[in-house]
Structures are given as structure tokens and as C-alpha cells.
T-cell receptor, first 111, second 115 residues
Framework: AQTVTQSQPEMSVQEAETVTLSCTYD???????LFWYKQPPSRQMILVIR??????QNATENRFSVNFQKAAKSFSLKISDSQLGDAAMYFC????????FGTGTSLTVIP | GAVVSQHPSWVICKSGTSVKIECRSL??????MFWYRQFPKQSLMLMAT?????????EQGVEKDKFLINHASLTLSTLTVTSAHPEDSSFYIC???????????FGQGTRLTVV
């Protein structure tokens, strides 16, 4: 069965610093997608970054980048130059035919 | 990306009444819609999967007679919470399946409070 694990329920980072959120997953599939979502207080799910499993190159989106280790089934998110607006819940997600979400990491950005 | 419109964004209802939540795909056709429920400080939990023109598939532990899902057209799926109780208070989110795999689009969510 597919599972997604986020071992850090809460994280904090100083403004302008870098933080890394961890995620591991378990699957027997070879072709899948991985996502990081941000959920601010409005609770709208916002896509941060997406990684296709067959691509070895790590995805990047401006200040957000991932470290995708397929063999280790690890998919961490690095946020560089953290901003106050980055404060939110972050969910790691795996998708085959449906989404499987991690339990989330609450990120606090300290001014 | 796909545009998904979910209404209402929030609703307060009395115990015993029913509430309908609509999820519309505005610029594409969604043959499959996922419905999630999220309690405070928790993750999204899949409740059911609706398929256009057929019966929805419910996850274990979700009462199909309580959470009625209708997917009558390719652009509209609805979730009706029947005989709502305070424990049904939650955040409900829809998400269409676009293409071969589940994609990254979500409705804005509906915050349901049952008093």
C-alpha cells in the first residue's frame, strides 16, 4: 500500500534562512508523481512543486527545490530565503490513481 | 491549470438538516472527482471517489447514506451531507482527476459548521 510519511509535525525558520522539510513514501509502482502542497490559513491547497518519478533531475520552482532520492523513496523540500508568507502547513503527496497525503508539517517563519 | 470552483466556501447549518456542496470544473471535463475531508491540524482524508454517470466509491468507514455524492455531468459533482450532526463539522475539499493520474487541482474548500 502507498504511504506518505512526514516526520516533522512542526518546523521553524528564521526569515531569509533556509529550511528543509522531510518526506518519505512507500510504493511498489515505478511511475508516479510526487508533490508538495502549501495550505495557508485560508486552507486553499496551493501546489508548490511537482516531481515526476521517471525524471532524475530535481524539480525547482524559484525559492523551492526538492531532493528526490528514488531508491531511498525520499522527497524533501528545501525553501531558500524564507519569507513570512511561507508560513503554512506543508503536505507531501504521492499520486498514482489517487492522492496519498502525508500528515503535514506546520512551518513557522520567525521575523 | 484546471480551474475548480467549489461552493459554498463556508456554511453553518442546524443539526438534522442537509447541506449540499458543489464542485464545478470550469475549463475541463472531469470524469472523476475526489472528495476529501480535513479536520483541524490534520491531513486530507479521502472520503469518496465519484465517477460521472455511475455510483460513487466510498472509503472504508464513510457512510454512503450520509454523504450522498452525485456526479451527473462532466462539469459538476456534488456532495450532500444529510442529517448533519456537529461531528460532521469539518473542511471538505474536492479535487478532479485530470488525465491518467490524479492531478494537482483542488477546489477552494467548504468549511461546514453544524450547530
Amino acid at each position: 500500500a502507498q504511504t506518505v510519511t512526514q516526520s516533522q509535525p512542526e518546523m521553524s525558520v528564521q526569515e531569509a534562512e533556509t529550511v528543509t522539510l522531510s518526506c518519505t513514501y512507500d510504493t511498489s509502482e515505478s511511475d508516479y508523481y510526487l508533490f508538495w502542497y502549501k495550505q495557508p490559513p485560508s486552507r486553499q491547497m496551493i501546489l508548490v512543486i511537482r516531481q515526476e518519478a521517471y525524471k532524475q533531475q530535481n524539480a525547482t520552482e524559484n525559492r523551492f527545490s526538492v531532493n528526490f532520492q528514488k531508491a531511498a523513496k525520499s522527497f524533501s523540500l528545501k525553501i531558500s530565503d524564507s519569507q513570512l508568507g511561507d508560513a503554512a502547513m506543508y503536505f507531501c503527496a504521492y499520486t498514482g490513481n489517487q492522492f496519498y497525503f502525508g500528515t503535514g508539517t506546520s512551518l513557522t517563519v520567525i521575523p | 491549470g484546471a480551474v475548480v470552483s467549489q461552493h459554498p466556501s463556508w456554511v453553518i447549518c442546524k443539526s438534522g438538516t442537509s447541506v449540499k456542496i458543489e464542485c464545478r470544473s470550469l475549463d475541463f471535463q472531469a470524469t472523476t472527482m475526489f472528495w476529501y475531508r480535513q479536520f483541524p491540524k490534520q491531513s486530507l482524508m479521502l472520503m469518496a471517489t465519484s465517477n460521472e454517470g455511475s455510483k460513487a466509491t466510498y472509503e472504508q468507514g464513510v457512510e454512503k447514506d450520509k454523504f450522498l455524492i452525485n456526479h451527473a455531468s462532466l462539469t459538476l459533482s456534488t456532495l450532500t451531507v444529510t442529517s448533519a450532526h456537529p461531528e460532521d463539522s469539518s473542511f471538505y475539499i474536492c479535487s478532479p482527476k485530470v488525465g491518467k493520474r490524479a492531478e494537482a487541482f483542488f477546489g477552494q474548500g467548504t468549511r461546514l459548521t453544524v450547530v
